[in-house]
């Protein structure tokens, strides 16, 4: 490749991978045991006549070439050793086992643009299918026909769409032996919808059998904020001539909305007149206005490639924003506080200086949402509750984006919960006639580093919230409410809970899972 940013070229497996397995998760690659890198001047064999050799300081940047080494095995008289080696596109997203290879060709990222439909480019765009008859069918001298593949493109949560006039499932007559065939399609999106947007394609042939394609890409917000009736917790990504709230939405504050944001030295809200990058506030808004088109001239911040500033966080609850257009990952945020050292967020957590989740409200449910797991993002749009647990400030330094296919960048999916004998958590929720809290866990963890990786604190209540659950446990070393709050120790647990109440009336407490809690 000859950067993610200009993604041509091949890409090498050296053994097994996802994209080469079959519906029974076998692959046919061959796993090779040393890569060598060099200069393609230095790179000459590796056997026991050639020796491999280390020359300091080389430069491989340019010229390079790569020696991938197999292990051993003994071969006799008259037979013969194959080794299977994938070549592959880097950017597309393909089934290359037997018996056809079928890869989708789509964007890697839809970047922001104003020129473009609905502010995004490409909008539209072109999704290839492409159907490679050249494995099991065909071989160097004979083969049999694919014919009648059906392709179908469909879009599991519809944030994506096919454009006017395009159909969702098109034919390719024929792929010959050793022939590729592609088919294509018109795909478009509103503008409004962002981060990872999925798409499914399925394709059957005969011969050949049925194949099953499901990826993303990668959508980047655009200047635009949704804004409804109540609590909204928001940042905004964008640089922009004046950042007054009532400039970017031309709202009214007190009539259309109040603002608040988070004064971590006192630990209250305070009101706001204006939005501050990198870092998120309340809207309360008095109506629905949907999603209002940002004022100002918002355009993409010049440091997306480099890092946007560093910010400061306060001992305690502080509310944070991610400072780009794009999704970054919760692990490569970097922090520092005293003597600690420079830390990533995984080994900021292990070592006990912030709480596990970075938290974020959703409008539609009216309750919090923890997200937890350094391969987590951090959607922009979106201001997330952070606890720092230091007597110290800690400074938090935003990565760089990395993002295929996006102009100047530099570089799994969480895990499903299962609940065993060994691993379970019982869901707490309270709910009042005007609010809810339902977030709340307790359980048992495998191990002590588990119980530190996903126990979480409760955040402080929204403006408008009026009831609130929480767990009263330790928490490095002394007692505190939490939202998740597991043991690590077998045999009876008991766990304090506590609701509060800011208004008169009913509240209702309930656990919604129980019946997948084990019975032992």
Sequence with gaps: MFGQAAPYGLRFDLGPTENTKDANGNSDATEANELLLSNDVFALGGDDAFGDGMIPDTDFRTST???????????????????????????????????????????????????????????????????????????????????????????????????????????????????????????????????????????????????????????????????????????????????????????????????????????GYVPSSAAERGFGQWIVSNGDFGTIPLQSNPVVPGDTSTGAPNIQLKAGWNIIGNPYPFAIKLGELVGVSGTSGTLLWDQLVATGLVNPAAVYYDNDQGDYIYVQGGDRELQPNRGYWVYVNTQSDMTISYPPVFARGLPGATRRQPDVWTQT??????????????????????????????????????????????????????????????????SDKSGRKSWKVLVKNTEAGTVTLTWPNMTTVPKN
């Design 421 to 486: 004998d060994k691993q379970w958590r019982l869901q707490l929720a309270a709910r009042s006639e005007k609010s809810q809290d339902t977030q709340n866990f307790v359980g048992v963890m495998k191990t002590v580093r588990d119980v530190r990786m996903n126990r979480s604190l409760e955040v402080p209540m929204s403006p408008i919230q009026n009831v609130q659950l929480s767990i009263e446990d330790v928490f490095e070393g002394r007692t505190a409410r939490l939202a998740h709050a597991y």
């Design 65 to 267: 070439s790569y020696l991938a080494k197999y292990p051993e095995i003994p071969v006799g008289p008259g037979q013969q050793r194959v080794i299977v080696q994938y070549y592959r596109s880097p950017w597309g997203n393909g089934n290359y086992a037997e018996p056809y290879t079928a890869v989708v060709d789509a964007p890697q990222l839809v970047a922001t643009d104003p020129t473009g439909l609905n502010e995004l480019r490409p909008n539209p765009m072109t999704f290839r299918v492409y159907v490679d008859n050249a494995q099991s069918l065909a071989n160097i001298s004979t083969g049999i026909a694919l014919s009648q593949v059906r392709v179908k493109l469909t879009f599991p949560d519809g944030r994506l769409q096919l454009a006017a006039g395009e159909q969702e499932t098109k034919t390719i007559p024929t792929v010959l032996p050793r022939e590729m065939e592609f088919i294509g399609f018109t795909v478009e999106t509103d503008g409004d919808s962002y981060g990872d947007l999925p798409y499914k394609v399925e394709i059957t042939s005969t011969p050949g059998g049925s194949k099953t394609i499901n990826g993303v890409v990668k959508v980047s917000s655009t200047p635009r904020l949704k804004v409804a009736i109540d609590a909204n917790l928001v940042t905004v990504p964008w640089t922009v001539t004046d950042s007054s709230w009532e400039t970017i939405l031309g709202l009214q504050i007190p009539s259309d909305m109040q603002v608040f944001k988070w004064d971590a030295g006192q630990q």
